[in-house]
């Protein structure tokens, strides 16, 4: 069966319909491009069809391209990847321009046929830039339907025309937020940035395409890059206007970047020199860019992660081969920020929750914390009332644990005490049915330890949420010595089930991310006990592209905590802990009642509604800026060794099993370098011989905790990559 397929009905028009084969979602392929290409072909030259209209025959549009088109163009251009992808690109632009001008006089520009668009649902990257060369967009009034180009959050741009179209159509300024934010918009948003015409009641969305394409004359279908006189929208970069509209994009890019993300300035000069020339040629220079920037590994990394491996991950790569485990009831026991949070997520995604506390006022506190999202929700249009109901009827705000019989799924987010969470288990495990699956949502406590309370420890798990847990994506769940596969598939389709990205990763003090994080935090902490400017180690790690520094991240997770977790680490490692340096720090910071964001005074300072200001200057009278001051170079190596090693040795250990998840869950987790595609696929980029001389010469200055681990240098000697030796997809390196 054919991708694109053409009809032609009674009144002469022609519809193109685009149904992949066994996907609920169209994607673009190689040859599904050549599929489209044919039947325009075929209706541009049948003088009984008087214009066209592409549709779906599915709920949504398109979700965009199959990347491995990009990995193709590559292998078929052999030695000379570069060409291949430019080669490839320009006949896309080629057969997107075919359909643009519809056959009209290149002189006249008449006598094309009219081409039209029908969106029955979603239509996002090559889903609307397909749109976008038609002359009109028709999109069925579907609130869920999301239209727009969110090609940037995985590294790359709009590069089949999107980025030239809709820079022209709506100008610079206006194309910012769709172009350099990834932006989607629901139909009637999508109308009013101009990316559609028309937003129809579904059941006529067919029909008033072809009535358009019917009545359409020559200058309907006369895109206005195409007409004579015409000028960019708000001025191009001679003008006066658009002078300045470029100056405050390109410092805005670079503010929100910090230079590390190759895509964003890329698509700023595509915008740029292709604003100063004649269209086709404007498409010329998109597509060098694109190239440009498919050619970098950063952009081969960040596709794989955030893109290849998200979506594997999400469907499943390392569910065990069990029958379906979907969650019906929930209980969550604790009813604070993290059980409130969890309940939310739950109710949202259909799941009767069962939520307790010890007091019921406690409990209805949780509960009213999901209204307080419904209602921002409803503030922004995005949540009706009805919905509100909805999801708050599926919350049962109680102290009775008795209310829990009849859950398959329990999540204990009570206080971190051993003792508290065995009291717990024990009390629940009574209550709920045999083939109930228990989960700790324990950030720092082994599971192996914690499954001792329970009589069923096959059945126990720990599932790792992130705060808050309505906006991070991640979940960690983590296998204990005795836990089976039932409790892991159950853990695995709960997560599925609330929209979020799940790692499995095997037990060990701290898991997989707070393993990471830690030594991060330390790290950054030891810098400031040694002297370093508190500015260079902040801005050190911004312009490695993690969304906050050290300092602001012990703020924000608070100070306290972090005494807490140095004293109970301490006291399991024993003469074995390392931390004395950062210790001192840190108590002399909650000593000082600077417990970070949360009572307004940290590393930073803070006003009265809790807004971050400057740096706090009275950590320097306590501890004096040194005289001479460290690299850059060596401040930005300190903090990402300090975490990708302790990322080699989870992998090492058998806390990782799979380097995708620790890609994947880094970034996701923590704000791990996105640009970078991960610890794993940043070692790929650098070269593991790179980064055993970076290790090397931190071990000689700064002691073994920058040790080079023996697989890593077992990697340098073998001129091994990660992905190479332990993944699957696209290996960066070579890329």
Not at 198 to 203: F, G, I
Not at 370 to 379: H, N, R, S, Y
Not at 394 to 406: C, E, M, P, Q, V
Not at 629 to 654: C, F, K, S, T, Y
Request: aromatic fraction near 6%.
């Amino acid at each position: 069966m054919a991708d694109f397929t053409l009809s032609k009905d009674a009144d002469g028009v022609g519809v193109i319909t685009w149904d992949v084969p066994n996907k609920s979602m169209n994607v673009l392929s190689m040859e599904g491009i050549t599929e489209l290409e044919a039947c325009f072909d075929a209706a541009l030259a049948d003088d009984d069809i008087k214009g066209i209209v592409i549709t779906s025959a599915k709920a949504d549009f398109a979700g965009g391209m199959d990347l491995n088109i990009i990995a193709k163009m590559k292998e078929a251009a052999g030695d000379n990847p570069a060409q291949g992808l430019m080669d490839g690109l320009m006949n896309m632009h080629a057969i997107l321009r075919k359909i643009e001008r519809a056959g009209m006089d290149p002189k006249t520009n008449k006598g094309g046929k009219p081409v039209a668009a029908a969106l029955p649902g979603t239509a996002l990257g090559i889903g609307l830039e397909l749109p976008l060369a038609t002359h009109r967009i028709f999109a069925a009034d579907n609130p869920k339907a999301k239209i727009g180009l969110p090609e940037i959050k995985v590294g790359i741009f709009p590069g089949m025309g999107g980025t030239t179209r809709v820079s022209r159509l709506v100008g610079a300024m206006a194309a910012a937020p769709i172009l350099l934010e990834g932006r989607m918009l629901d139909p009637k948003k999508a109308k009013m940035s101009q990316l559609v015409h028309e937003v129809v009641p579904a059941d006529e969305l067919l029909a008033t395409a072809k009535a358009w394409v019917l009545s359409a004359k020559d200058a309907d279908i006369l895109k206005p890059w195409d007409a004579k006189g015409w000028k960019m929208p708000g001025g191009a970069p001679y003008h006066p206007a658009g002078f300045m509209t470029f100056v405050g994009a390109s410092a805005m890019v670079n503010g929100n970047t910090k230079g590390v993300y190759p895509a964003a300035k890329a698509l700023l000069s595509a915008v740029y020199e292709g604003a100063m020339v004649p269209f086709d040629t404007a498409l010329k220079i998109e597509a060098r860019w694109f190239t440009n920037v498919l050619m970098n590994p950063s952009s081969s990394a960040m596709i794989r992660s955030l893109f290849i491996n998200k979506e594997a991950l999400e469907k499943g790569a390392n569910r065990p081969a069990v029958d379906d485990q979907k969650v019906s009831r929930v209980g969550v026991l604790g009813a604070g920020m993290m059980g409130a949070g969890i309940a939310y997520v739950a109710a949202n995604a259909g799941i009767e929750v069962v939520l307790i506390d010890q007091a019921q006022d406690a409990a209805d506190r949780g509960k009213s914390y999901a209204e307080g999202i419904l209602d921002k929700g409803m503030a922004r249009k995005k949540v009706t009332p009805e919905k509100k109901a909805e999801v708050l009827s599926r919350i049962t705000a109680t102290t009775d644990l008795d209310a829990l019989k009849g859950c398959d799924l329990i999540v204990e987010a009570v206080f971190e005490d051993i003792g508290v969470k065995a009291e717990m288990t024990k009390k629940v495990e009574a209550i709920v049915g045999e083939d109930c699956i228990f989960a700790s949502n324990t950030s720092t406590l082994p599971i192996t330890e914690l499954a001792k309370a329970s009589v069923r420890p096959e059945q126990f798990i720990g599932i790792h949420f992130f705060s808050p847990v309505d906006k991070m994506l991640l979940v960690e769940i983590i296998k204990g010595k005795e836990t089976g596969d039932i409790a892991v598939a159950k853990a695995l389709d709960f997560v599925r089930q609330i929209r979020k990205t799940p790692i499995v990763v095997n037990d060990a003090r701290f898991f997989y991310a707070n393993r990471c994080i830690i030594p991060y935090i330390n790290e950054g902490i030891r810098l400031a006990a040694e002297g370093v400017d508190l500015p260079l180690i902040e801005n050190g790690a911004k312009l490695l592209g993690f969304p906050l520094g050290p300092l602001q991240l012990v703020d924000e997770t608070s100070i306290d905590l972090g005494v807490k977790i140095a004293k109970a680490t301490k006291a399991a490692m024993g003469d074995a802990y390392p931390d004395e340096a950062v210790d001192e720090i840190v108590f002399w910071m909650a000593d000082q009642n600077r417990l970070g964001k949360k009572n307004g005074a940290g590393f930073y300072t803070y006003d009265e509604a809790g807004k971050r200001g400057l740096l706090w200057d009275g950590f320097n009278a306590e501890f004096p800026v040194a005289d001479v001051q460290p690299d850059l170079d060596e401040v930005q190596h300190r903090l990402m060794m300090a975490q990708v090693l302790e990322a080699v040795r989870a992998l090492e250990d058998g806390v990782l099993t799979d380097i995708r998840e620790g890609d994947v869950g880094a970034i996701l987790g923590w704000g791990f370098a996105p640009w970078s595609g991960g610890p794993f696929s940043w070692l790929d980029i650098i070269g593991a011989a790179k980064a055993v001389e970076i290790c090397d010469n931190l071990t000689a200055t700064h002691g073994p905790r920058f040790a080079t681990p023996s697989l890593l240098r077992d990697m340098a000697d073998r001129g091994e990559t990660f992905y190479g030796r332990f993944g699957t997809g696209i290996d960066t390196a070579a890329a």
